[in-house]
């Protein structure tokens, strides 16, 4: 089982930058490939990022790669999201998940979902 707590949102203009974080509990952080996902007002819940249980893999959407890099500290049991360059449509509620096993980009293959933050960027 895993607990999963976003931060780091918030409102910024465009053109600027956000580190999103993700708090994990439990002692079997490692153990989990980890994913963030974003939901904009009408619209369903999209694949932004996700890392491998060892950090040593990451995979990106096309709208975000190049702008936004996923990472983890397993020490920490922490995960995180910085978002640079950021645009008007990057604006939704940010959640991260877990999955056992390796990453992907299915959010359907995620069993533990964080609470979700709101990030806001104005044109």
């Known amino acids: 089982q895993v607990h999963l707590v976003e931060s780091g949102g918030g409102l910024v203009q465009a053109g600027g930058s956000l580190r999103l974080s993700c708090a994990a509990s439990?002692?079997?952080?490692?153990?989990?490939?980890m994913g963030w996902f974003r939901q904009a007002p009408g619209k369903e819940r999209e694949f932004v990022a996700t890392?491998?249980?060892?950090?040593?893999?990451?995979y990106y959407a096309d709208s975000v790669k190049g702008r936004f890099t996923i990472s983890r500290d397993n020490a920490k049991n922490m995960a995180y999201l910085q978002m640079n360059s950021l645009k008007p449509e990057d604006t939704a509620v940010y959640y991260c998940a877990g999955k056992g096993g390796s990453a992907y980009a299915r959010k359907e293959d995620y069993d533990y979902w964080g609470q979700g933050t709101q990030v806001t960027v104005s044109s």
């Open positions: 890392i491998s249980r060892s950090g040593g893999s990451t």
């Open positions: 439990g002692r079997t952080f490692s153990s989990y490939a």
